[in-house]
């Protein structure tokens, strides 16, 4: 229930390669892997959102989406700040990049690369970044709720490899 007025809180479920933003109170899950998830929260005012992102870079060919973490960062970005929230005023939360498989490349670690892109942007961009559970040898579950900016975290069970 919504602390606000007692009404249901709005869930959004948010798969990969997308982003989702509310100024209301709205409650945003996802579950990832090697993936990043960056979550973007009006501090002062509430409102904020979540993008869940694959790929680092996008290539430049084909469709640009927010699978990959250039786009994704980005769309996040200008989505928060088109419902009113003030760049000043955000945080950032970052969760994911696991190198789940054993057979995954050293030479090309997908989770790492990930992880990297979000937070060098994030430091571009000057916004605080005030919790991560990142890297690792687990799957991760989030829910965010866009009003309170809290996030709460479920980890998977370590394989043995």
């Not at 982003?19 to 409102?47: K, M, N, P, Y």
């Not at 699978?67 to 769309?75: D, H, N, Q, T, V």
Request: aromatic share 6%; glycine share 12%.
């Amino acid at each position: 229930m919504s602390e606000q007025d007692g009404s249901p809180i709005r869930k959004y479920f948010l798969f990969p390669g997308a982003t989702h933003v509310d100024a209301e109170e709205c409650e945003i899950t996802t579950v990832l892997g090697s993936c990043v998830a960056v979550c973007l929260w009006d501090q002062r005012h509430g409102g904020g959102g979540m993008n869940h992102f694959m790929l680092p870079l996008w290539n430049g060919e084909g469709l640009a989406t927010p699978k990959y973490g250039s786009i994704a960062m980005e769309r996040l970005l200008e989505q928060v700040l088109a419902i009113g929230a003030r760049k000043e005023h955000l945080v950032a939360k970052v969760f994911g990049g696991a190198n789940l498989l054993s057979t995954s490349s050293a030479a090309c670690p997908i989770g790492e690369r990930n992880i990297e892109l979000a937070m060098t942007q994030l430091e571009e961009w000057r916004i605080a970044v005030v919790a991560t559970d990142l890297g690792g040898r687990v799957g991760r579950k989030i829910i965010m709720n866009t009003m309170t900016g809290v996030v709460l975290l479920g980890r998977g069970k370590q394989q043995n490899q």
